[in-house]
């Protein structure tokens, strides 16, 4: 179904395409699946408490779950499949038309009919060019629409300047970077994410992922729960620390959450381990380290 449940709080044209202020609102949690003759970016504004779930589909088939972040860009006519927890949200819509496009800026953008799917965009020129567009919307002044079409001619360039930055990096992980993602897993306190890796090392979690899976085999959020478990591992067979400062100083929330995903990494609870591991230096189930090359 298209899910047309929010209400337009401001809206703009500009040369190639729509801009709209729209508030979310769910009271349960809700599926919708997006499937537009148009491509479109969204800004979020004031994000939902629990973050949206988004399955993309190619073909037949439907992606593994992605986590939506601050800008998502859709091509057109791709099928999203999204899963809201029930909450409500807020964010600036962009609606593009492709043929506008090229009459007023040029045919080089025909790119951005191919360019692909991105739930997580982390460019600070897009984000601040499309914040600016916000306070335009939100506050018109004089020369607002003059702006609006100038910074949105920036997002779009931004934009392809993205898509071709994230594909000319290669597909290959370099050893610096394992080697960075290791000492981030080794001295953040806590459990860093995928995100926040891929910021420190200056690229998408997309294309992390990408490279991360060619180069290890394994996934990096997987890579990131055994260095957790590993991490635990070495705090219950070398210390006496209470199992509810692990489960905190490990990253997670909550003893009990931490005693279910141990029980099924380890097949036995942590205090089981503990009292296993006493004079006893293997860990069941490990995984071979990622290679530091």
Not at 24 to 34: I, L
Not at 79 to 91: A, E, K, Q, V, Y
Not at 146 to 171: C, I, K, N, Y
Not at 248 to 276: C, D, L, N, W
Request: with cysteine; proline share 6%; hydrophobic share 40%.
């Amino acid at each position: 179904m298209e899910c047309a449940d929010f209400k337009t709080e401001a809206k703009q044209c500009f040369g190639g395409g729509e801009l709209e202020i729209r508030n979310y609102t769910w009271a349960e949690p809700v599926e919708h699946v997006y499937c537009d003759p148009y491509p479109s970016m969204a800004l979020m504004i004031k994000p939902p408490p629990t973050p949206t779930k988004i399955r993309i589909k190619r073909g037949q088939q439907y992606s593994d779950e992605l986590t939506a972040g601050g800008i998502v860009f859709r091509p057109a006519n791709l099928t999203l499949h999204c899963m809201n927890p029930g909450s409500s949200f807020r964010i600036l819509a962009c609606q593009f038309d492709l043929e506008e496009v090229f009459r007023r800026i040029g045919e080089e953008f025909r790119e951005l009919a191919e360019a692909p799917p991105d739930v997580d965009i982390h460019n600070g020129r897009i984000a601040s060019a499309l914040h600016r567009v916000l306070m335009e919307i939100k506050a018109p002044s004089f020369g607002s629409n003059v702006l609006v079409e100038a910074l949105m001619t920036t997002v779009l360039v931004e934009l392809m300047r993205f898509d071709r930055v994230t594909h000319e990096q290669g597909s290959v992980l370099a050893s610096w970077q394992l080697r960075r993602i290791n000492e981030i897993l080794h001295d953040y306190n806590g459990l860093p994410t995928v995100t926040m890796i891929a910021d420190e090392l200056g690229m998408s979690g997309r294309h992390l992922n990408r490279l991360f899976s060619a180069a290890t085999g394994v996934t990096l959020s997987r890579h990131i729960a055994r260095n957790q478990f590993n991490s635990a591992c070495a705090l219950l067979g070398s210390t006496e620390m209470p199992l509810k400062q692990i489960a905190y100083k490990v990253g997670f929330s909550s003893h009990s959450s931490f005693s279910a995903a141990f029980v099924r990494e380890a097949g036995m609870s942590p205090s089981e381990f503990r009292r296993a591991q006493r004079g006893i230096s293997s860990i069941p189930g490990r995984d071979a380290p990622v290679c530091d090359h």
